[in-house]
């Protein structure tokens, strides 16, 4: 078994930043592809950003791209969401999960485990 364990999440004006941590537990973390999702009230959760288990491949949504950068750290079992010039349509839950392959992917259902969520608000 898995666990992922978000923070870092907040209220912050437009323009601003924000970094998201997840931290892994359970069973080899470095072996997974990592992702980043979100959903907003009303909508679908949708694909954010996700880093492959050496760091060195990375894929992003075209509405973060340039402004959000994802990263790892296998040494303590975390991966970031850092969240840069910030717009009101970033507000979402963002959720950290898991894919137990080594294959990139963007698809939702392909990941195997998921955190609770952490609620990111951005004021206009």
């Known amino acids: 078994q898995v666990q992922l364990v978000e923070s870092g999440g907040g209220l912050v004006q437009a323009g601003g930043s924000l970094r998201l941590s997840c931290a892994v537990s359970?069973?080899?973390?470095?072996?997974?592809?990592m992702g980043w999702f979100r959903q907003a009230p009303g909508k679908e959760r949708e694909f954010v950003a996700a880093?492959?288990?050496?760091?060195?491949?990375?894929a992003y949504a075209d509405s973060v791209k340039g402004r959000f950068t994802i990263s790892r750290d296998n040494a303590q079992n975390t991966v970031y969401l850092q969240m840069n010039s910030l717009k009101p349509e970033d507000t979402a839950v963002y959720y950290c999960?898991?894919?137990?392959?080594?294959?990139?992917?963007?698809?939702?259902?392909?990941?195997?485990?998921w955190g609770q969520g952490t609620q990111v608000t951005v004021s206009s």
């Open positions: 999960a898991a894919r137990g392959s080594t294959i990139m992917s963007t698809r939702l259902p392909s990941y195997d485990y």
């Open positions: 359970g069973r080899t973390y470095s072996r997974f592809i």
């Open positions: 880093i492959s288990w050496s760091g060195g491949m990375t």
